[in-house]
C-alpha cells in the first residue's frame, strides 16, 4: 500500500469544532474573505488548441458556486492565461479583465492573448490554461496561478455546481500530438506517484462505458472515448481504477468508482475503498496519462494523490 495515513471524518469535525473555542495563532475575525469562481469550456467552441493562431473559438464560462454565498467584497474578475511549453517552461499573464457580472462568457483572442504571453508561434506539445484571478474592494489581488505555488482553489475541486457538473479551477487546450490508442496498454506499465517513487501497473483497454448521465454531461459519446483498465498495488493493493480517455480534449473521465473492495487495515475494519474527486488528462506527445484522486475508506480517508502512466512512445 502507497501510504498508512488515515484520517477519520468525525475526528476532523471535532478538531474543527474545538478550534472554534480556543485562541488561533492569528487575527480570525480581520481574515480577509475572498472569493471561489468556477471556468468551464462553453460547449460548442474548441476544445483543442490550434498551432495556426487564427483558427479556433475560444470562450470559457465563469461561474459562482452556490456554496459561495456573499460575495459582495468582489471588484472585479479577470482571466489568466498559463502557457507551458513542450519543455515544461512556463509563463502567466492576465488576458481578459473588467468581469463584474456572473455568469460571464469570456471570448478569448489567441493571438492576442499569445501576444501579452510573449508567444510568437504555438507548436504541438505546448499547452494554455485559463484560470480565473480576481480582486477584492479592499484592493487585494487574489491570482488563479503563480509560479510559487501553481493553481488556486484546487482544494474546491469535490463542489458540485448548480448544473451537476464538477467545481474547475482551470480549463486547458493542448495542441495535441496524433493519439495512438494501441499504445496505451500493456502488462508492465511503469508508473510513478506523486512523491516520485514508482512501480508497474497493467492496463487494458475495455469496451464498457461510462452511464448516459456522465457521457451527457461531458458533451460525448461512444465514439469519443477509449475505456481503461489499470491494476496494480497503486494505492491500497490490488486496486483495479476505470477511466476513460475523452479523444475530443484528452481529458480523463472518471466517475467515483471502487477501487479495493473490502479492503481490510489492520484493526480499523474493512470496507470498500472508493477514488472520488477524480480527474486526469493524457499527453499525446510523450504517450504520459496522469490522473488525481481523493480515496475514501468507510469513515476513513488514505488522503490523495497524482498518478502518471508512462506508455512506450
Avoid at 106 to 125: F, H, P, R, T
Amino acid at each position: 500500500m502507497k501510504t498508512t495515513k488515515i484520517l477519520m471524518a468525525a475526528f476532523a469535525v471535532l478538531a474543527l469544532a474545538s478550534c472554534n473555542k480556543q485562541d488561533l495563532p492569528y487575527d480570525l475575525a480581520g481574515t480577509e474573505h475572498s472569493v471561489v469562481i468556477n471556468i468551464s469550456k462553453v460547449a460548442g467552441t474548441s476544445t483543442t488548441l490550434s498551432t495556426d493562431m487564427n483558427d479556433g473559438n475560444y470562450q470559457v464560462l465563469l461561474t459562482i458556486p452556490a456554496q459561495q454565498g456573499d460575495y459582495s467584497m468582489l471588484k472585479e474578475a479577470q482571466v489568466m492565461g498559463v502557457y507551458t511549453d513542450g519543455n515544461k517552461n512556463k509563463k502567466a499573464a492576465i488576458v481578459a479583465s473588467g468581469i463584474t457580472t456572473f455568469p460571464a462568457t469570456v471570448k478569448i483572442d489567441i493571438k492576442d492573448a499569445c501576444s501579452k504571453l510573449g508567444i510568437s508561434e504555438i507548436a504541438i506539445g505546448d499547452r494554455l490554461e485559463f484560470t480565473p484571478c480576481h480582486t477584492l474592494k479592499s484592493g487585494t489581488q487574489v491570482n488563479g496561478w503563480s509560479e510559487l505555488t501553481g493553481f488556486n482553489n484546487q482544494a474546491f475541486t469535490g463542489w458540485e455546481m448548480e448544473n451537476g457538473s464538477a467545481f474547475s479551477f482551470r480549463v486547458a487546450y493542448t495542441a495535441f500530438a496524433p493519439f495512438h490508442k494501441e499504445k496505451f496498454q500493456g502488462d508492465a506499465v511503469p508508473f510513478t506517484w506523486s512523491d516520485g517513487s514508482s512501480d508497474y501497473c497493467k492496463v487494458t483497454q475495455i469496451s464498457d462505458m461510462p452511464n448516459a448521465a456522465i457521457m451527457s454531461a461531458a458533451g460525448v459519446t461512444e465514439s469519443d472515448l477509449v475505456g481503461l483498465r489499470v491494476e496494480g498495488d497503486i494505492w491500497a493493493g490490488g486496486d483495479v481504477f476505470t477511466l476513460w480517455i475523452n479523444t475530443q480534449d484528452y481529458t480523463l473521465i472518471m466517475p467515483d468508482h471502487i477501487i479495493a473492495p473490502n479492503f481490510t487495515y489492520g484493526a480499523y475494519g474493512t470496507y470498500d475503498m472508493y477514488a472520488t474527486k477524480c480527474e486526469g488528462e493524457v499527453d499525446t506527445l510523450n504517450n504520459e496519462l496522469w490522473f488525481y484522486f481523493y480515496s475514501v475508506w468507510g469513515p476513513y480517508s488514505f488522503g490523495s494523490d497524482i498518478i502518471t502512466i508512462y506508455f512506450p512512445k
